[in-house]
């Protein structure tokens, strides 16, 4: 088991609220994204599991153990930080044996366990390679072999694919998703990228304003948004005031067509996307909404831009939203 639980947990910095009363059970051996814009709490949060922040209120429960007043050394948590901080004098082996070595674990089975912890990443030849003579999604393996090395119930990963070029970030989600797969353990990681939330995690945890919005499955969260916030940050959703309700269509559920619908509007964006079209519409009040539609169902009649149109949904697609 490696059931971590947050109790009613606060941070405070002076009068500023970074995190406020939030409680939430993460699944046990999942990989769960802390998911939000800057400034929201889910840095905070992770650092304060990780026991490099001080809790100011609750407690930070694993196992049904509190560790919050615990050093992180003694949580059964890793953390990788977000700039790696591998040592630029020592190898990679050098770098990941060095908790062990801390430890005092003898030369021999540092040996053995270094070997096998960078078999596992990938990294097995290059052991006696300094960082800057790696790339950065080597790198990236190396600190993840050294926090993986002291083999912790929880792996923390703050922003862990933020400083990688596009195509390398997509290479190393799938590489997360593996080793926590394959090592059965609890990885926790904090993003601000909605795409990267989907693709990684089995439970997504979106926070706004020091606060909990939802949790639960990526699939689950994207087709039942419970508020504007959600349903506007995962992107892919229109939030529309319709019959003294607040609701969400998902974009490719809001169909465009000439004759007459549920919302007047005008097109004043068409962009094409390969297998998709997406058309940007406008209402009279100002309100702007996206229609995502199959290539070929665009372009059997295609729209024009200024073209008077009417969104239409069905009553089943469309979800009611909390007032916040």
């Known amino acids: 088991m490696s059931q971590l639980e947050l109790v009613g947990v606060s ?16 699944n046990d051996k999942g990989y769960i994204c ?18 490099h922040e001080e809790v100011s209120e609750g407690a930070v429960v694993l196992d049904g153990r509190d560790i919050s007043k615990l050093p992180p050394a003694q949580r059964g948590t890793a953390m990788m930080f977000q700039n790696y901080a591998l040592f630029p004098h020592m190898t990679v082996e050098k770098n990941v044996a060095f908790s062990l070595k801390i430890k005092g674990v003898s030369a021999s089975e540092q040996k053995e366990r270094v070997q096998k912890m960078l078999g596992t990443v990938g990294l097995s030849q290059y052991s006696e390679r300094l960082p800057s003579q790696l790339s950065g999604g080597q790198q990236q393996r190396a600190a993840l072999a050294r926090a993986l090395i002291t083999d912790p119930q929880i792996l923390l990963l703050d922003e862990p694919l933020s400083a990688l070029d596009p195509f390398l970030r997509v290479k190393m989600r799938a590489e997360l998703k593996r080793l926590q797969s394959e090592l059965g353990i609890t990885f926790l990681h904090v993003t601000h990228s909605q795409d990267e939330a989907m693709a990684l995690s089995d439970q997504i945890v979106v926070m706004n304003d020091a606060k ?23 992107g892919g959703h229109n939030v ?23 919302l ?9 996307f390969g297998d998709n079209v997406t058309v940007s519409v406008e209402d009279d009040a100002g309100g702007e909404y996206l229609a995502k539609m199959p290539e070929a169902t665009f372009f059997d009649k295609p729209f024009s831009i200024g073209e008077t149109v009417f969104a239409v949904w069905n009553d089943i697609d469309a979800k009611t939203l909390k007032t916040q």
Request: include cysteine.
């Open 240 to 262: 529309i005031e319709w019959k003294e309700a607040l609701i969400s269509v998902r974009s490719d559920l809001f169909g465009l067509k000439r004759s007459k619908g549920n």
């Open 11 to 26: 941070k405070f910095y002076g009068s500023a609220v970074a995190v406020d009363n939030i409680s939430i059970k993460f």
């Open 264 to 272: 007047k509007c005008e097109v004043n964006a068409i962009e094409y």
């Open 212 to 234: 909990i919005q939802q949790s639960g499955s990526p699939r689950d969260i994207y087709n039942n948004p419970e508020t504007e916030f959600v349903a506007k940050f995962l």
């Open 34 to 51: 802390l998911l939000g814009p800057s400034g929201c709490g889910k840095t905070s949060t992770l650092r304060m599991v990780a026991g």
